[in-house]
């Protein structure tokens, strides 16, 4: 499998118990939230960098970062470039307890798509379960521009905090890796010029 191939998990949406009989470790990858908030138990993390997808704020939030009547945006891997991010290795004994978390959070409205990619770590390529966002999705935003996009972030918030604030978490986590994500910081000067 080359660096942007992928395996399809299976498409029901209980999947994960399938997967986590497999009795082995499991690499998760993280891009946005997962990378300050990952919400489950790990052995290790490294940064890891995945080519074939890049990050984007390309999905509606009517929960979390925005409402109904105001959605706001969150990340999703969309297709093309690279993104790098944080690899979280999931021992066997607790891989069935992570999916079931990762899925009540990622997978409710599935906008995502579970996939399995290679992840180029500091010393080893892996694969890693990553969440790639569905571009057939009513809820995919890629199409915005950046004006759009920063426009929704500046001025929403949700059940956890303002949407700008998740932007701004992840370009500070980004930071402490070493990253800069330069769509992320032109979305970030362009809300706040928005909320002005």
Same mark, same amino acid.
């Given at each position: ?61 009517? &929960? ?8 706001? +945006?969150?990340?999703?891997?969309? !297709?093309?470039?690279? %993104? *790098? #991010? ?49 571009? &057939? ?8 521009? +950046?004006?759009?996009?920063?426009? !929704?972030?500046?001025? %929403? *918030? #949700? ?38």
């Amino acid at each position: 499998m080359t660096a942007v191939e992928q395996e399809a998990l299976p498409d029901d949406v209980l999947h994960y118990r399938q997967f986590a009989r497999s009795r082995a470790n499991l690499w998760i990858f993280g891009y946005g939230s997962l990378m300050w908030d990952p919400g489950f138990p790990y052995v290790s993390w490294a940064p890891a960098l995945i080519h074939g997808y890049h990050r984007a704020m390309c999905i509606s939030s009517s &929960r979390w970062r925005g409402t109904p009547q105001r959605p706001g +945006l969150v990340l999703g891997l969309d !297709r093309g470039g690279a %993104c *790098r #991010g944080i690899a979280f290795l999931v021992a066997a004994a607790d891989v069935a307890v992570t999916l079931r978390k990762l899925w009540a959070r990622e997978m409710r409205r599935r906008i995502y798509l579970p996939r399995l990619l290679q992840a180029r770590l500091p010393d080893k390529t892996v694969r890693a379960l990553a969440f790639v966002a569905d571009p &057939r999705h009513a809820e995919y935003s890629g199409h915005l521009t +950046l004006e759009q996009t920063a426009e !929704r972030i500046a001025n %929403c *918030r #949700g059940a956890r905090g303002p949407n700008l604030e998740y932007l701004v978490r992840t370009i500070e986590h980004l930071a402490e890796l070493g990253v800069r994500d330069h769509y992320l910081l032109r979305v970030l000067a362009a809300a706040r010029h928005a909320a002005r």
